[in-house]
């Protein structure tokens, strides 16, 4: 079945630095992508997905790439703030309604 | 206000009892989840239910089971709860089409 992982595990960061989470899947079939974000004791919420037939997806100071060829995703967020400390979850699904999640990583942006 | 709710929030079972987990959402979504987590192996799906009494086996299925008799509530039983069983417990749901899962807040169950 599909497997995803994401690397780093964790990130401590300054605040205004920019960060790079990376997401590799195997499955082929998967299509879809989303990312969801998990505040300390909070529930996970959606914050950006991308399509297999997409590139590219920006929102505010979050970048998504999605790299068919390689099965490779990156989460870029510039001018991390407090608040965007969690951990960050990539997820892959087919045209299913079966979500696999990565192992997440965990962000920490020190004021 | 689109919800999901878990009942407990938290939970202390000796080896051997029975868990009862509970999840409900206002949503009307055809599809819910659990899934357990776990640090350093993220999230791992149990079950899925596609709507009332039509449940499938995720990728960790031993040791329990689901139960979906009206649409707004999707129940995980453990039956004689193991050790490794202790872990935090999340239910989501999706509307069938939709592609965003909406989760609940979480069950943190702990088992001695």
């Known amino acids: 079945g599909e497997q995803v992982e994401q690397l780093p595990s964790s990130l401590i960061v300054q605040e205004g630095a920019s960060v790079l989470i990376n997401c590799s899947y195997t499955d082929s079939a998967s299509v879809y992508f989303p990312w969801y974000k998990q505040e300390p004791g909070k529930r996970l919420q959606f914050i950006i997905d991308?399509?297999?037939?997409?590139e590219r997806k920006q929102n505010q100071r979050l970048t998504l790439l999605f790299d068919k060829k390689t099965k490779h995703l990156s989460l870029h967020i510039t001018a991390t703030q407090p608040g965007d400390s969690a951990i960050y979850f990539c997820?892959?699904?087919?045209?299913?309604?079966?979500?696999?999640f990565g192992t997440g990583t965990r962000l920490q942006v020190s004021p | 206000d689109m919800k999901v709710t878990q009942m407990p929030r938290y939970l202390i079972k000796r080896m051997g009892e029975n868990v009862l987990l509970e999840c409900g959402q206002d949503m009307s979504h055809e599809t819910m989840y659990w899934y357990r987590q776990d640090p350093g192996l993220g999230l791992q799906l149990i079950y899925i239910s596609y709507d009332v009494d039509s449940n499938s086996e995720g990728d960790i299925p031993k040791g329990y089971r689901v139960s979906r008799k009206k649409r707004e509530h999707f129940s995980l039983i453990l039956d004689s709860a193991k050790t490794n069983q202790t872990s935090v417990y999340f239910c989501a749901s999706r509307r069938r089409g939709a592609e965003t899962l909406y989760f609940g807040s979480g069950t943190r169950l702990t088992v001695l």
């Open positions: 991308i399509r297999s037939n997409m």
């Open positions: 997820s892959a699904s087919t045209n299913t309604d079966k979500v696999v």
